[in-house]
């Protein structure tokens, strides 16, 4: 069985899996068809080189070929690749024989069907190259692409007005903001002890929630959306993220007004986007997500969003894809296709990997109820954060 990716890869794997793919199948495709001849005919290894030479064109070409196709998906899939596979291998050999008519004489009236006639007498060749690519090109492309990726994520430094920063559903208290920069460093430092690179945008003294890096940039794969905050002291974040994530190889779209939307009311489970619409996110910012992410193969799914001030205020995933979150401050569980309850509010959960996640320390009920379920749970002291509404999310997202 091979791996195919339920989600688009980031391009450059997507180059990388193409090229081994193209290059795997072709050196299959020529070493196989070179053995046959030596084990068919008497004459020994003297019909290794002429052998080699003679369908050496043949397997360059069979090796851009199949480069090409995995690069436009056409081995994603194997009732895509099987019919694929037999183009490439016609195409490889008729490109073949072509440049040794090509170079023996120039091209005339009989040329064409010299073509066909040698495709009949060297069909082995046309079966051996079909065979390797949707055989061992797949394979070898379905590997890379299953390949597990740099392990980074973004961060972004408090500023300097950090204890300005909005509020809308609870009251405001005292901010410490020296505890903040501890907390956020030791924040930081919990994500690199468990094999993250952290990317760090650059800070931002004019946007005091500018820290909740989450809510300025969503991405999907190898494209990554800038939002379009609901709060006006907000716009203006997501600038500094452009540059950033072209560095890292994505491709950049933008939220427009008058569409709203905070990376924070954005929920990823499988292909499914969940998107709160509430105080920060508009209708016409889940249109232009809509738009941007579902040719890449989301689904987006609104979701109202009334008791807190994001979607992941109210609800995280686990790694499994189960929805968890303390049910009074979720408008409506029945839109999860699976949702656990937390005993207590502000239980976010970041994935680090397929068996941990991280979790504020400030609920540990919750943290109880994750590790009864067979998870690591790693918890982090965001108190200062909790006191802007913020939690473990908000202050990270994971390239991936």
């Not at 559903?169 to 952290?198: K, N, S």
């Amino acid at each position: 069985m091979t791996f195919a990716p339920s989600r688009p890869l980031p391009l450059g794997r997507r180059v990388l899996a193409a090229f081994l793919a193209g290059l795997a199948a072709a050196v299959a495709a020529h070493v196989v068809v070179v053995f046959v001849f030596y084990v068919l005919q008497a004459t020994g290894l003297s019909v290794v080189v002429p052998v080699s030479n003679y369908f050496g064109i043949s397997s360059i070409a069979l090796g851009v070929l199949v480069f090409a196709a995995a690069l436009a998906g056409g081995l994603r899939r194997w009732y895509v690749a099987i019919p694929v596979a037999v183009v490439a291998g016609v195409l490889a050999e008729t490109v073949g024989i072509v440049h040794i008519i090509l170079t023996q004489s120039a091209w005339d009236d009989q040329a064409a069907g010299y073509v066909v006639q040698a495709l009949g007498t060297n069909l082995l060749y046309v079966v051996v190259a079909a065979v390797a690519t949707a055989c061992v090109g797949r394979r070898v492309w379905s590997a890379v692409a299953a390949l597990p990726g740099r392990r980074q994520v973004l961060v972004r430094m408090p500023s300097a007005r950090l204890a300005e920063g909005q509020i809308t559903h609870i009251d405001r208290v005292a901010l410490d903001e020296e505890l903040a920069d501890t907390q956020w460093e030791a924040y930081v430092e919990a994500l690199r002890a468990e094999g993250f690179e952290t990317v760090e945008v650059p800070v931002s003294d004019d946007h005091p929630d500018s820290v909740f890096v989450e809510d300025a940039i969503v991405l999907f794969g190898g494209t990554a959306v800038l939002t379009s905050p609901g709060a006006e002291s907000r716009r203006g974040e997501q600038d500094a993220l452009a540059p950033v994530a072209r560095r890292l190889g994505h491709t950049v779209r933008r939220i427009e007004l008058p569409g709203t939307l905070d990376g924070g009311d954005v929920l990823k489970v499988g292909s499914t986007v969940y998107v709160g619409r509430g105080g920060r996110t508009n209708g016409e910012g889940i249109a232009q997500l809509r738009d941007i992410v579902s040719p890449l193969g989301y689904t987006v799914v609104p979701v109202p969003v009334t008791k807190v001030l994001h979607l992941k205020s109210a609800v995280t995933a686990l790694p499994d894809g189960t929805v968890v979150g303390y049910a009074k401050h979720v408008d409506n569980p029945a839109v999860f296709d699976r949702f656990l309850p937390l005993p207590e509010a502000g239980g976010a959960v970041v994935v680090l990997d397929e068996h941990s996640v991280l979790m504020a320390s400030s609920v540990p009920k919750s943290r109880a109820l994750v590790e009864s379920l067979g998870y690591r749970v790693v918890t982090v002291d965001v108190s200062e954060f909790e006191k802007l509404e913020g939690c473990v999310t908000c202050l990270s997202v994971r390239v991936r």
